[in-house]
């Protein structure tokens, strides 16, 4: 008989959430698309359009999925929150050059005395 694995909530959670937060606003995106593309105009609401729903109901689908993938979304940064500053970190710290400010001054002096280099003979 095969060992069950063992699992652990915190992954489990995690890999639940990023699931559903998939689901989620993939719902939302193809109900605006279709909110979208649905005829407009004086009296459009009323005309089945997907699924037997109005125009109307689904804007309040869509707004349902939103608000769920807002809250969803949520949950996932607030789990996340210490995965997300060190990602943050890492991106605003790998393009820091440790001697940006010595390399700025460096060339601004190369600049400057670009009139008054030695191996160049002066004009008269």
Excluded at 6 to 29: E, F, Q
């Amino acid at each position: 008989m095969a060992r069950r694995r063992k699992i652990h909530l915190l992954t489990y959670v995690r890999a639940t959430i990023a699931l559903t937060l998939l689901v989620v606003w993939s719902l939302a995106a193809i109900t605006g698309f279709i909110l979208e593309f649905s005829p407009k105009g004086y009296g459009t609401g009323r005309l089945p359009l997907f699924l037997s729903l109005t125009r109307s109901q689904w804007g309040d689908v869509h707004f349902l999925v939103c608000v769920i993938a807002l809250c969803v979304t949520v949950v996932h940064v607030l789990l996340d929150w210490g995965v997300l500053r060190g990602y943050l970190r890492y991106l605003l710290n790998s393009h820091q050059h440790p001697d940006f400010f010595e390399q700025r001054s460096h060339i601004r002096k190369e600049l400057f005395s670009i009139h008054n280099r030695p191996d160049e003979p002066t004009q008269k």
